[in-house]
């Protein structure tokens, strides 16, 4: 499971999003941010494998919704989400955004 956590190089948040689960939505913190997932600091304990659903605000003002699931936890701490449901048109804006990010930060 320690590959799945490093597949893609992950860009630092934090970035401000939304998660819904079922018919409740709430702000949640990423932390960083891959084209394979993102980190959520969070205290709430959340069930592994449970669907989410996010809409992750970039920097540069716009939005993406993306669908994924919970891969691992650290309790107290937050979690991992897998995307696992994204249009190609959305992944390619996530990939624009985290390349400009990237370059930012070096």
Same mark, same amino acid.
């Given at each position: 499971?320690?590959?799945?956590?490093?597949?893609?190089?992950?860009?630092?948040? $934090?970035?401000? +999003? &939304?998660?819904?689960?079922?018919?409740?939505?709430?702000?949640? =913190?990423?932390?960083?941010?891959?084209?394979?997932?993102?980190?959520?600091?969070?205290?709430?304990?959340?069930?592994?494998?449970?669907?989410?659903?996010?809409?992750?605000?970039? $920097?540069?003002? +716009? &939005?993406?919704?993306?669908?994924?699931?919970?891969?691992?936890? =650290?309790?107290?701490?937050?979690?991992?989400?897998?995307?696992?449901?994204?249009?190609?048109?959305?992944?390619?804006?996530?990939?624009?955004?985290?390349?400009?990010?990237?370059?930012?930060?070096?």
């Amino acid at each position: 499971m320690r590959s799945e956590r490093r597949r893609h190089i992950r860009v630092p948040g $934090p970035f401000s +999003a &939304s998660s819904r689960s079922g018919q409740h939505e709430m702000p949640v =913190r990423i932390m960083d941010l891959s084209e394979g997932g993102c980190y959520i600091e969070s205290a709430e304990e959340q069930p592994l494998g449970k669907s989410v659903m996010l809409k992750i605000s970039l $920097p540069d003002g +716009a &939005s993406l919704v993306v669908q994924g699931e919970i891969l691992y936890l =650290r309790p107290g701490r937050g979690y991992a989400v897998l995307f696992n449901g994204m249009a190609d048109a959305g992944r390619a804006d996530l990939e624009r955004t985290l390349a400009r990010l990237r370059q930012l930060t070096r």
